[in-house]
C-alpha cells in the first residue's frame, strides 16, 4: 500500500481527488514519510499509512486498515487532529491553516447497525451542528472513510466517490 503510492504518486492524486469533490483537484502531492519504518510492520496492527501534502498545503492521512479493533476511530481522529495542529507553530495566524483529510480504506464494515447504514458503503465526517448539519466550520478536518467490502457487496461503479 505505502510501496505503491510512494512509488505512483499519480495514484495517490487519483485518490485523494475522488474523495475530496469540493476542493480543486491537485495536480501532485508530496509524500511525507515515504520509508517504510521497520516498527510499522510489528505489532498488534500492521500500520501503512501515508502521510501527503498537496500544492496549496492540505494534508491527507492516507490509510487502509485490515482488521477492526475497539479504539480504530479515536486512533484516526488523533491522527487526523494532529496532523491539523502540526501545520502552524505558536504565533502563526490561523488563517494559513489548511485542510487536514483523513482518507481511510477499511477492509471490513464498520456501519452496519440500520438498513440504511447497510446501503452506504462511503462516509465523509466534518464539523457540522448537531441541529442544523447545514451549518459547518469548513472543510478544514474531514475524515472519510471506505468500506470496502460493503463497496464491493453494493456494486458501487469506478469513478469519483
Known sequence: FKRLFTGAPELLVALINDLRPDLPDIASVEVLNPAIDANELEGKYIILDVLARDG??????????????????????????????GQLDAGEDYRELRASVGLHLLDFDLFDATEAERQQAVWRFEMRDERQPTVTLGNILQMNLIELKKADRLGLSPGPL
Open 56 to 85: 496549496e498545503g492540505h494534508c491527507y492521512n492516507v490509510e487502509i486498515q485490515v482488521r477492526r479493533y475497539g479504539a480504530w476511530h479515536k486512533r484516526g481522529l488523533f491522527y487526523l487532529v494532529r496532523t491539523l495542529g
